[in-house]
Each structure stands twice: as C-alpha cells, then as structure tokens.
C-alpha cells in the first residue's frame, strides 16, 4: 500500500511558512504526563461549550465532559502534526460531538414516548 503525503509548500498559493507566533507541529513522541496536560488543556478549553450545551439540553456535565475527554483523545491518536490551531479545532470538533449526541437523544426520546 502506498501513501501520498500532501506538502503545503507543493500547494499553488499556499505560503510556505507559518506567521509568525503560530505553532504548527506538536511532539509525536510525548511522554505520559506531557499527554495529560495537554488533554487537560484541552479539556480546560472546550470546558464552557460543554457546560453550555448540557444546560441547554438537560444532560448531565460530567457524562458530556467524559465524551469530551474521549474524543479529545481520540483526536490527539489521529495526528496533530498538520493542525495550526490545536484548541480551536479540537472546540469545533467536540462541539459538533455534543450536538450529534443531542440530535440523537432527541431522536431516539421521541420514538420510545
């Protein structure tokens, strides 16, 4: 099996460095605590979203923040090398999480009454 790897710099119109101040890679090879902060940053970051959306959808926060952590994990085993900006992606990811789980709470509540 082969694989293509897409390089920024090949991209017609793409620049070829970062702006200044933007981090652009993150460690691949992170020890264990290195990795639990950096899920708990990230945790921390998407904090008020998940307090949002379980307020307005009567769910419990600890169950929505548990389904937070495990796709926070799940993103960090996929590969951040190619994400300029961890926080916001991982935000807009478990957001989107959170929302697909109330369409199907919703759903599936109307069905069973």
Not at 37 to 54: D, Q, R, W
Request: with cysteine; charged share 25%.
């Amino acid at each position: 099996m082969m694989t293509t790897t897409l390089n920024r710099t090949t991209r017609p119109g793409w620049p070829t460095e970062p702006p200044d101040g933007e981090q652009t890679s993150f460690p691949t090879e992170d020890t264990g605590s290195e990795r639990d902060a950096l899920i708990l940053s990230l945790l921390e970051a998407v904090s008020p979203t998940v307090c949002y959306y379980a307020e307005l959808a009567h769910l419990e926060y600890e169950e929505l923040s548990q389904d937070a952590t495990i796709h926070i994990i799940d993103v960090l085993d996929a590969g951040v090398e190619r994400i300029r900006n961890l926080p916001a992606y991982v935000r807009v990811r478990v957001k989107s999480r959170i929302i697909d789980k109330i369409r199907y709470l919703a759903c599936h509540r109307t069905i069973c009454f």
